[in-house]
T-cell receptor, first 112, second 113 residues
């Protein structure tokens, strides 16, 4: 069974640009969560999607958004990038049992 | 590899010894707790979980202890191996699932030979 995949693995952008990250969950998983990981703030929850609907949301500004498609693949978008958005963005998928999230390898975003 | 935390507390343990990693949480309403292991360049990997109606749970070479009175969680790793070297995070939430987790700051475990 393939794991969670994220693309791209590495990305460099400049301030003011926007970026879209992609996540494919484990086959059969309908829940996808996104987290931001930085040395200063650690791992922080961004949002969760389930069956194409946002089910939970963290405390991030509206520049951070996401969506989920009918095949459960998810994308997150960050608009008007700031230097502080440089981070590892992790996607996790979760089965119907609701426990044990499986994380992908992450996308390392660098904002210059 | 990537650094997941520049100023993480570090626990240095000799190979074969037991490791104990501690975590304090603040939300008394939390009812589900998970320990994750993150190796350089990888996403967090599930180790073991525990619900608030338990105070101990054992897995293969790992044991999680939960003390709700003082809001403290610990992960014990028996016979620590070099492959256990990683950053360990505790995570919690109050909805009984792995959704919307709040993560601790992490502890770096270094296993010396």
């Amino acid at each position: 069974k393939a794991g969670v995949t994220q693309t791209p693995r590495y990305l460099i952008k400049t301030r003011g640009q926007q970026v879209t990250l992609s996540c494919s969950p484990i086959s059969g998983h309908r829940s996808v969560s996104w987290y931001q990981q930085t040395p200063g703030q650690g791992l922080q929850f961004l949002f969760e999607y389930f069956s194409e609907t946002q089910r939970n949301k963290g405390n991030f500004p509206g520049r951070f958004s996401g969506r989920q498609f009918s095949n459960s693949r998810s994308e997150m978008n960050v608009s008007t990038l700031e230097l502080g958005d440089s981070a590892l963005y992790l996607c996790a998928s979760q089965g119907l049992a609701g426990t044990e999230q499986f994380f992908g390898p992450g996308t390392r975003l660098t904002v210059l | 590899g990537e650094s997941v935390g520049l100023h993480l507390p570090t626990l240095s343990v000799q190979e074969g010894d037991n490791s104990i990693i501690n975590c304090a949480y603040s939300n008394s309403a939390s009812d589900y707790f998970i320990w994750y292991k993150q190796e350089s360049g990888k996403g967090p990997q599930f180790i073991i979980d525990i619900r608030s109606n338990m105070d101990k749970r054992q897995g293969q070479r790992v044991t999680v202890l939960l003390n709700k009175t003082v809001k403290h969680l610990s992960l014990q790793i028996a016979a620590t191996q070099p492959g256990d070297s990683a950053v360990y995070f505790c995570a919690e939430n109050n909805n009984g699932t792995a959704s919307k987790l709040t993560f601790g700051t992490g502890t770096r475990l270094q296993v010396t030979l």
